[in-house]
T-cell receptor, first 114, second 112 residues
């Protein structure tokens, strides 16, 4: 079965600084990979996804992520963080050869200082 | 275009009671998935309904059951509630079983 590890529970950055959130997955084949964001009191919103092809994926709100098969990673990046980016971020992996149902990590809470 | 709507938004139950949560999918979607999100954790997959049948199920006991109606809306039922069932229950809809998931804002269940 697939699994996801998000090693950072909390990340604090200053507004305008760059951001990288780490995600490592476990799956025997090429996975489907996702990043979701959850703001307080709201549901999850898909930021970006990787199914195949170009390993650098562009998403909404200026986010991007890079699939690195050799490192089993799918880290999320943003060059300049805005205060409105403060939220919970979840990485998820789906089984490309099976059910596709995303399995989520425990999340990383992003705190943005002015 | 209404997104995924869930009701109720908050509810409080006591141990041993039963609860029903409801979900209306996004317009045009025919598949509904349910997730449980405990405090400080990521969402955990409960089950998925398509064509009014449970198609996939996560590692949850039989106390968790569901239903999908002909209009694609869905219910999640939990019997014999335990304190550990306290969580945010998220509904996600998609077009087909492989479609992108769109999430509702969730139903916050507290079991006392």
């Amino acid at each position: 079965a697939q699994s996801v590890t998000q090693p950072d529970i909390h990340i604090t950055v200053s507004e305008g600084a760059s951001l990288e959130l780490r995600c490592n997955y476990s799956y025997g084949a090429t996975p489907y990979l996702f990043w979701y964001v959850q703001s307080p009191g709201q549901g999850l919103q898909l930021l970006l996804k990787y199914f195949s092809g170009d390993t650098l994926v562009q998403g909404i709100k200026g986010f991007e992520a890079e699939f690195k098969r050799s490192q089993s990673s799918f880290n999320l990046r943003k060059p300049s963080v805005h205060w409105s980016d403060a939220a919970e971020y979840f990485c998820a992996v789906g089984a490309s050869g099976g059910s596709y149902i995303p399995t989520f990590g425990r999340g990383t809470s992003l705190i943005v200082h002015p | 275009d209404a997104g995924v709507t869930q009701s109720p938004t908050h509810l409080i139950k006591t141990r041993g009671q039963q609860v029903t949560l409801r979900c209306s999918p996004k317009s045009g979607h025919d598949t509904v998935s349910w997730y449980q999100q405990a405090l400080g954790q990521g969402p955990q997959f409960i089950f998925q309904y398509y064509e009014e049948e449970e198609r996939q199920r996560g590692n949850f006991p039989d106390r968790f059951s569901g239903h999908q109606f002909p209009n694609y809306s869905s219910e999640l039922n939990v019997n014999a509630l335990l304190l550990g069932d306290s969580a945010l229950y998220l509904c996600a809809s998609s077009y087909g079983q492989l479609g992108e998931l769109f999430f509702g804002e969730g139903s916050r269940l507290t079991v006392l």
